[in-house]
């Protein structure tokens, strides 16, 4: 079965980084493209970075261009989420997915961004 497990979460402070990681299993992880989706306390679920099967093109949410990179390893079945220049806003469980025959989630990992 499809199993998603991330990890590299944590607190940090404001302008430091992070780096996730989603270990994938149970599907043939290099023809599926990837997603991270974020999920802040009261709020709903929002799509914050995917990346194609190849990773040869990525989109972002506009709040996060320019800070956040997702990047994969098609030999280590991961996908990565290198998150830099941090701010409070950022906080949130942080979920990777994938849709094969219907979308699958992650357990999420917790980021909290606060000094």
């Known amino acids: 079965q499809v199993q998603l497990v991330e990890s590299g979460g944590g607190l940090v402070q404001p302008g430091g980084s992070l780096r996730l990681s989603c270990a994938a299993s149970?599907?043939?992880?290099?023809?599926?493209?990837m997603t991270w989706y974020r999920q802040a306390l009261g709020k709903e679920r929002e799509l914050v970075a995917t990346?194609?099967?190849?990773?040869?093109?990525?989109n972002y949410l506009d709040s996060v261009k320019g800070r956040f990179t997702i990047s994969r390893d098609n030999g280590k079945n991961t996908v990565y989420l290198q998150m830099n220049s941090l701010k409070p806003e950022d906080t949130a469980v942080y979920y990777c997915?994938?849709?094969?025959?219907?979308?699958?989630w992650g357990q999420g990992t917790q980021v909290t961004v606060s000094s």
């Open positions: 997915s994938v849709r094969t025959a219907r979308r699958y």
């Open positions: 990346i194609t099967s190849t990773g040869d093109s990525t």
């Open positions: 149970g599907f043939t992880f290099r023809v599926y493209p």
